[in-house]
């Protein structure tokens, strides 16, 4: 819970408040914006929910991390309950989910489920906890957890255990806690997971970074690709570039070969564009990324 003798003097009055435990992960601010802004080093509550948005506030304070985001009486345990939830402007026969539940262990990154015929894939791991474990469960369960690379693991030994479930990680980004991951990747092939879902390699922020590709049309990007923080332009993080930026530029365009209308990335806001529109944004952000 967010503690009251922590607040950040930043916010506006009222019920919904940040505290200083904030790691500034940025989830609670392209979730809900028109409540949660930054600040310095922090996120705050720039303007209290109005009625019809309580419910994506108290969303936002479940899915903090770090539990530092106060809600007053509201009832969080409720907002618990409509996680995970399908994806907004998403195809409902699709299945895919933003499942809420950030991990610290993770620095907040988001987590993803497909629902799907052959198997529910959860794409990185979330934060584990029994009320998200039972609601997976009511889902359909969960057969693949996909881990985009090495940064967004958290508690996925956890989820093993109660799902049963098998893991996939690349294995150049595997690590002592991750060492009994059930499918390793090598190379840079990509690599089907039945006729719906691709695994596409794309090292660069990481030695071992991999995007998921669903349907031609979803693709999960872990940290290798994102939307600006306003959703007007796609970015690589070049300042977190943890193995080669110039490997990262190739595998850009690599990837930028592959159809895809949606950006479901680790950190930032999900994003649209028609295909047309996304080919030119994948060109303009190449282009960018060789003048760095």
């Not at 922090?42 to 994506?56: F, K, L, N």
């Not at 993770?106 to 009320?131: E, H, K, Y």
């Not at 595997?174 to 006729?195: F, I, K, N, W, Y």
């Not at 979803?218 to 930026?245: K, N, P, V």
Request: glycine content about 10%; some cysteine; hydrophobic content about 40%.
């Amino acid at each position: 819970m967010a503690d009251l003798r922590k607040k950040l003097d930043a916010n506006a009055p009222g019920d919904f408040f940040v505290d200083a435990t904030c790691i500034d992960c940025g989830a609670c601010r392209w979730m809900c914006p028109d409540v949660f802004d930054a600040h310095g080093d922090y996120a705050r509550v720039h303007a209290q929910p109005s009625p019809d948005r309580i419910g994506r506030a108290l969303t936002a304070a479940v899915a903090c991390p770090v539990a530092s985001i106060g809600v007053g009486t509201h009832d969080l345990k409720a907002a618990s309950l409509h996680l995970p939830e399908p994806l907004e402007g998403a195809d409902p026969a699709h299945g895919v989910h933003y499942v809420g539940f950030h991990s610290k262990k993770s620095f907040g990154a988001a987590s993803w489920l497909i629902r799907r015929p052959g198997g529910n894939i959860l794409v990185d791991s979330p934060r584990f906890t029994p009320t998200l474990a039972r609601r997976l469960e009511e889902l359909g369960g969960v057969s693949i957890l996909f881990l985009t690379h090495r940064d967004d693991v958290a508690d996925h030994e956890k989820f093993r255990e109660r799902f049963g479930l098998t893991r996939i990680l690349h294995q150049s980004d595997l690590s002592a806690a991750t060492r009994g991951v059930e499918m390793q990747l090598t190379g840079t092939d990509p690599v089907p997971l039945g006729d719906d879902v691709q695994l596409i390699p794309v090292p660069g922020h990481t030695a071992g970074s991999v995007c998921l590709l669903y349907r031609e049309k979803y693709l999960f990007t872990g940290d290798h690709l994102a939307f600006h923080g306003s959703g007007e332009q796609l970015i690589a993080f070049s300042r977190h570039c943890w193995y080669d930026w110039p490997t990262q530029i190739r595998s850009m365009e690599a990837l930028s070969k592959y159809p895809f209308e949606w950006v479901l990335p680790g950190h930032g806001a999900p994003g649209r564009r028609a295909s047309g529109e996304m080919e030119r944004s994948m060109a303009e952000l190449i282009a960018w990324m060789r003048r760095q």
